[in-house]
């Protein structure tokens, strides 16, 4: 263990200063990424709003390429790995030089991460539309795409881990442990559930059969929710929150504790997606055990971000960005409740395969990792920009329509996931199904699903006021953005006395 | 512990090494994957095989990969759970001896419309055909999308000798002869659907259109342990089954959670 405490590679003889050297941050690999973000928001919430019009009005299947069988996991594989996965990657670009002040270490490598994985999106984009699909949920992207992510991913990992090298900041600071959790376990998770045999150039079968294959996409599935979806956001959060409340964050040993257990437990998680199916009873069961005891460790995050605002609430009423995270903060907290409480057997046997899920899975989507990418984005468009930020009063209207547009949208689903869940199970008198019609469970909720796609609209609007936020910003920038300077102690054993 | 996380312990020289710290956190997302999901995929004989489940015919295969093409699992499940209510609606609970052909699985997450594990047999071939090409023609009030194209695209076979061996290789027990004779046998079952629907007066010549190989995969779904299990067991009809297909429900025990 000793030799890893002289890692720090740079030993380029400083400008001036015996010790100090200067360096700079690469800017412009995170407004890439930002302006990425909402691009691609904007088209994966769109593709949303349509397959939400097409389950009430079925006419808006427009033929063979966009059904919702085939937009479905557009919409999710856009939202998720196009919109949330470049906001993780502007998080953890902009974070991360910060946090260790030094440069990322190749910007080549910025770069090809940058453009391999928006070719990448575009392949999905193209790909799923076409019916070229694995069916297995988030990871429906066939083998060559599946091949690129790994290669992309590698590139990123290389070059972030590359970077904690030559760091000039002895500790790494609680987010970059979250980003180094991400990192690790999406690659092990892709690489875990797409092991496959390919029939042709688009075409491959899984090494996997059955219970097995179930086993493991869900161990993926669950997890790319906690890996892309939690852990990389709570770096997030652990970066932006504080920088915007001008606070130190609530507890150094939550952290701690919350972050270990996290990671531990969340793995385990997974096989509350099969109760009640073929999976043998002992799995599942300690998946819906291990879905209670994340509870605990999630609130813990939530904590410490709603905590480190103490003393600061008055500093909500004109930070939109505060606002945002707040709200982000507490639909994470909501959602983490609502999950364990999902994975308990009695309650999924209610809840599993109805709307109740969709409602579920898009408090947290909508609600924690929209909100809290809306927020990092309107923190960032000033400084990344270095102008003011053309609207408050636009980012105050986006945050309280999208606000209202979660709110409409979750308690749609929750109304018709318990309705429709209730009714399947329904029993009469004599002991018969009350409705063993399906279609009168499905008529039922209709006008649930209206409701949700007005929530969805009200949702994909705000999305535009940022838009137009962020153009117009961007509009009044100065014409040349240079990457600023700055100096800092070189890094390392030399300068570092033991006490740290 | 109190040590560890004191704000000079034992953490805090680790957050001083990355490696150290990344070899502990991979360490700790490994332990449930290999506790809980690696004895599954390790062990063969950790799922109980039934006799009577067979491997996919080439011609079921290839409606199964049209399927998928189509994304009919985002919208119906396929696996039956033991609840009294379930059995009555669909049949028999999913057990996983029956699902060792299933590369990928096909369980599905939502049910948008109904689950589909025990639909073979429960309706006639034609019904099928009219369902596809105008779901309120079978179903009146339906939210799902017509498939028109799948009474028109001609059916792709060529592919199927390489997907036997492709699954083949993975396990599943093709015979060499079933390898060979893929597509000819894909031919002889695509004819017998389309010459059984055009005799419940449906279209005709639809022998080498997609949506063949579709109905001879719903048909199969589901239907492999009812051979097994009408020969032995004498078993009453289920309570006022919707399908006359449900065998009974042989596992109320199972049936708990209600």
């Not at chain 1, 090494?207 to 892309?228: E, K, R, S």
């Not at chain 1, 709603?306 to 609430?313: D, E, I, Y």
């Not at chain 2, 990969?65 to 609606?89: A, K």
Request: aromatic share 14%; proline share 7%.
């Amino acid at each position: 263990m000793e030799q890893t405490r002289t890692t720090p590679a740079s030993t380029t003889a400083a400008p001036g200063s015996s010790n100090v050297q200067l360096f700079s941050y690469d800017e412009q690999i995170v407004r890439l990424f930002v302006l990425a973000t909402v691009i691609w928001g904007f088209v994966g919430m769109l593709v949303g709003v349509l397959i939400a019009l097409q389950l009430p009005f079925w006419p808006a299947n427009l033929g063979e390429y966009l059904t919702f069988g085939r937009l479905r996991p557009l919409h999710t594989n856009a939202v998720i790995f196009a919109f949330a996965g470049n906001a993780i990657f502007a998080a953890i670009y902009y974070s991360t030089q910060r946090l260790c002040k030094a440069r990322m270490y190749s910007d080549l490598m910025s770069r090809i991460h940058f453009w391999g994985w928006q070719a990448i999106i575009v392949a999905a984009a193209i790909t799923l539309p076409l019916g070229l699909t694995t069916s297995k949920e988030y990871a429906e992207l066939e083998w060559p795409i599946d091949v690129a992510i790994a290669v992309v991913w590698i590139v990123f990992a290389v070059n972030f881990f590359a970077t904690l090298q030559r760091r000039r900041e002895r500790h790494m600071y609680v987010a970059l442990w979250f980003y180094i959790a991400t990192i690790i376990t999406v690659a092990v998770l892709h690489v875990g559930n797409s092991l496959a045999l390919p029939v042709s150039f688009m075409k491959s079968y899984p090494i996997y059969a059955g219970v097995q294959d179930a086993l493991v996409q869900w161990w993926y599935g669950h997890n790319a929710v906690a890996f892309f979806l939690t852990t990389p956001f709570l770096g997030l959060m652990y970066y932006f929150l504080p920088k915007a409340a001008e606070r130190p964050v609530f507890s150094y040993r939550l952290s701690i504790v919350h972050f270990w257990s996290l990671v531990f437990i969340y793995i385990w998680a997974g096989p509350h997606h099969l109760n009640y199916t073929a999976v043998p009873e002992w799995a599942v069961t300690l998946g819906m055990l291990f879905s209670v005891m994340l509870w605990m460790p999630s609130w813990g995050g939530m904590i410490n971000g709603l905590f480190t605002l103490r003393g600061a609430w008055h500093k909500l009423r004109d930070s939109v960005v505060l606002k945002m995270f707040v709200i982000g903060i507490t639909f994470y907290g909501m959602s983490t409740f609502e999950g364990p409480m999902l994975s308990v057997k009695s309650v999924n046997a209610l809840s599993h395969f109805t709307d109740w899920t969709i409602g579920h899975v898009h408090s947290g989507a909508l609600g924690w990792n929209g909100f809290m990418t809306f927020g990092m984005i309107y923190w960032l468009l000033p400084r990344l920009w270095r102008t003011k930020l053309w609207s408050e009063r636009l980012a105050n209207a986006h945050f309280w329509t999208g606000t209202l547009g979660i709110l409409l949208y979750v308690l749609a689903m929750y109304a018709s996931g318990i309705t429709q869940g209730l009714m399947w199970r329904a029993f009469d008198e004599a002991g018969r199904l009350m409705y063993p019609d399906f279609m009168e469970t499905v008529v039922q909720i209709v006008p649930m699903y209206w409701v949700r796609l007005i929530g969805g609209l009200l949702y994909l609007s705000g999305v535009v006021m940022l838009m137009v936020n962020v153009y117009m910003t961007i509009r009044q920038a100065p014409k040349s953005l240079p990457d600023p300077t700055f100096a800092a102690p070189a890094p390392a054993a030399a300068a570092q006395p033991a006490a740290a | 512990m109190a040590r560890f996380i004191k704000p000079n312990g034992l953490h805090r020289r680790l957050e001083g090494w990355p490696l150290v710290f990344t070899v502990l956190v991979t360490i700790s997302i490994l332990v449930g994957g290999l506790v809980e999901y690696l004895p599954m995929v390790l062990i063969d004989d950790s799922v109980q095989r039934i006799e009577s489940v067979r491997p996919f015919t080439p011609l079921e295969l290839a409606g199964r990969d049209i399927y998928i093409r189509e994304g009919c699992n985002n919208c119906h499940s396929q696996t039956v759970r033991p609840f009294r209510h379930e059995l009555e609606r669909y049949g028999e609970y999913t057990k996983a001896g029956e699902t060792v052909y299933e590369r990928p699985f096909l369980w599905g997450s939502k049910r948008t419309g109904p689950d589909l594990y025990r639909v073979g047999g429960k309706y006639p071939h034609l019904w099928h055909v009219r369902h596809m090409e105008d779901p309120r023609s079978t179903s009146p009030r339906s939210i799902m999308p017509p498939y028109p194209w799948l009474l028109e695209k001609p059916l792709k076979l060529d592919d199927l000798p390489r997907k036997l061996r492709v699954l083949q290789r993975l396990g599943t027990p093709y015979s060499e002869v079933e390898i060979a004779q893929a597509v000819d046998d894909a031919r002889r079952q695509a004819r017998e659907i389309a010459a059984e629907v055009e005799a419940q007066g449906g279209p005709a010549g639809l022998a080498d259109r997609e949506i063949v190989a579709l109905v001879a995969y719903l048909q199969r779904l589901g239907t492999d342990i009812r051979t097994a299990e009408t020969a032995p067991a004498p078993s009453a009809p289920a309570p006022s089954g919707p399908a006359p297909s449900a065998p009974a429900p042989s596992g109320p025990a199972l049936a708990a959670g209600e």
